[in-house]
């Protein structure tokens, strides 16, 4: 096994496209359990922890572009303001020493349906740019998952960053799992509030081979809520909000849940974030009047 | 593969280091450096916790190259030669050690704790500080006193102008 240690962009591309066959590894958080227990032997490691630019985020107006090394640790230290949806996520990863090395990046690479940067990115409309010796590509987030732990990446190409503009409304995000910290989501999910175009974004994770945008749930309760009177939401809205996210799932039955409980499940946080997210717009509003 | 880093302030030169193998192998099998546990080897238990640049992290998940050039601090540097450190102390004094196994792991996370926490913990941050840290013998009571012990022994440490400073 080779490792390689490229100290920029250019360089770390160079390499990946000579070595198609190389592991990137970032955080190690995913990839040196894999390493530690025999289940992968890649020829090569890519160490990316070296490229100054990975590790940052750079804003410009509205639009962010979030490096693929930035730990979580960073997220919720930097980004709150931001991006609360992620943020939120972010707190809920692993432990203090996990969330100070795994990255976003590394989270879109491994591409576990269970990643929990992944319903909040969904929801907020991000792009992953990805890029190798042959140029640029910027995918939408939705089309970057294809089937459990595979993404969009071409072998010689590399993550590196999210694009994703600065929360215009609010965010939430909400996990389901068996104690507060150290959890693979049971089933997650992520709802942001466009007010301004009158939208909002639904993500789900953890419950369908890939993370999930529920559009026909985010088309409907667009439709749905009192924007202009900021009146509360129906009860029947909020029902049938989380039926929408519920169908939106294809879960399985597995050693964390049953399919049943987590279309259930699914249906309570998309209602409970909407309650959540709900009350800050029109605490926004009240406070802007 | 030849790995330089600096451990607790020494610079240390590791040769035929495998590029697949942990900074945690590193540290105990060729360094000499056994303080650090091995228990899980996936991140789980926080037993291996180390500093790496400043910030700590679970050394059997990061890779052995990923240190190279890099700083290392680990339990074996905390004490001042025979005179252990004020969370050491705390640890021995609260009965927080059984076993012992996870100690290394939990004082080092509870230093880093200590250090960037501006006035005494809440339990409630005690408990999240530790939360990737696992101890199969004491039920954690003794630990979180040991962190509250700790924090108000450095409380009462402080140099005087900063606590009388309004
Ligand atoms: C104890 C523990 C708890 C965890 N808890 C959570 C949790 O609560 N939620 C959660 O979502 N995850 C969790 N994880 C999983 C992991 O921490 C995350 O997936 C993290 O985001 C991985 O990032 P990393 O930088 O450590 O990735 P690495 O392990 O370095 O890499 C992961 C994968 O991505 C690839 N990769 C990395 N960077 C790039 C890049 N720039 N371009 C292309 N490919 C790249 C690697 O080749 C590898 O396949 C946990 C892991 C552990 C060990
Ligand atoms: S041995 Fe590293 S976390 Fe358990
Ligand atoms: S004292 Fe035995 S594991 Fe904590």
């Known amino acids: 096994m080779d490792f390689l240690r490229p100290v920029t962009w250019a360089e770390a591309l160079e390499v990946k496209a000579e070595r198609p066959d190389a592991r990137p590894i970032a955080g190690g958080t995913d990839l040196m359990v894999e390493l530690n227990f025999g289940t992968t032997r890649p020829t090569a490691l890519l160490d990316l922890t070296r490229i100054d630019e990975l590790a940052d985020w750079e804003r410009a107006g509205e639009r962010l572009r979030i490096g693929a090394g930035v730990s979580y640790a960073r997220v919720v230290g930097e980004l709150g303001d931001l991006l609360p949806g992620l943020a939120i996520a972010a707190r809920t990863v692993g432990s203090p020493q996990i969330r100070n090395r795994g990255t976003i990046g590394g989270n879109l690479g491994s591409a576990s349906p269970a990643g929990d940067a992944h319903p909040p990115l969904l929801a907020s409309d991000a792009t992953v740019e990805v890029e190798s010796v042959r140029g640029v590509r910027v995918l939408p987030i939705d089309g970057f998952f294809r089937r459990p732990k595979v993404n969009a990446l071409a072998p010689d190409e ?6 994703v503009d600065r929360a215009s409304g609010p965010q939430q995000f909400a996990k389901i799992g068996t104690r507060n910290a150290m959890v693979i989501a049971v089933c997650s999910f992520a709802l942001a509030l ?3 175009g009158r939208r909002v974004g639904a993500g789900v994770g953890s419950a369908a081979p890939t993370p999930v945008r529920a559009r026909a749930a985010e088309e409907f309760l667009s439709g749905a809520l009192d924007w202009a009177g900021g009146g509360p939401v129906d009860e029947e809205v909020g029902r049938r909000f989380g039926a929408l996210v519920a169908a939106a799932a294809s879960p399985i039955d597995d050693v964390r849940g049953t399919a ?4 259930h499940a699914l249906a309570v946080m998309a209602r409970r ?3 959540w997210a709900w009350h800050d717009y029109r605490e926004a509003g009240t406070a802007c009047a | 593969m030849r790995v330089r880093f600096t451990v607790n302030g020494q610079q240390h030169v590791v040769d035929d280091v495998w590029p697949g193998e942990s900074l945690l192998y590193v540290l105990r099998e060729r360094c000499g450096l056994p303080g650090s546990k091995n228990a899980c080897e996936q991140g789980e238990c926080g037993s291996c916790t180390v500093y790496l640049d400043g910030r700590t992290v679970c050394a059997c998940l990061v ?4 240190a190279d050039g890099r700083v290392v601090g680990t339990v074996e540097g905390l004490a001042a030669g025979e005179r252990l450190h004020p969370v050491q102390e705390a640890f021995v004094e609260a009965g927080a050690v059984q076993c012992g196994f996870c100690t290394p792991g939990l004082i080092v996370q509870a230093h880093d704790l200590l250090e960037n926490a501006s006035g005494s913990p809440t339990d409630a941050e005690i408990r999240e500080a530790l939360a990737g840290n696992l101890c199969r013998c004491t039920g954690y009571e003794k630990i ?4 509250r012990r700790a924090a108000e022994a450095r409380a009462h440490d402080a140099p005087t102008a900063e606590r009388e400073a309004p």
């Open chain 1, 158 to 163: 590399l993550i590196r960053a999210v694009r």
């Open chain 1, 194 to 196: 466009y007010p301004a």
């Open chain 1, 260 to 263: 049943g409980y987590r279309r």
């Open chain 1, 273 to 275: 974030t909407l309650a």
């Open chain 2, 63 to 66: 890779a052995a190259g990923q």
């Open chain 2, 144 to 147: 979180i006193e040991a962190v």
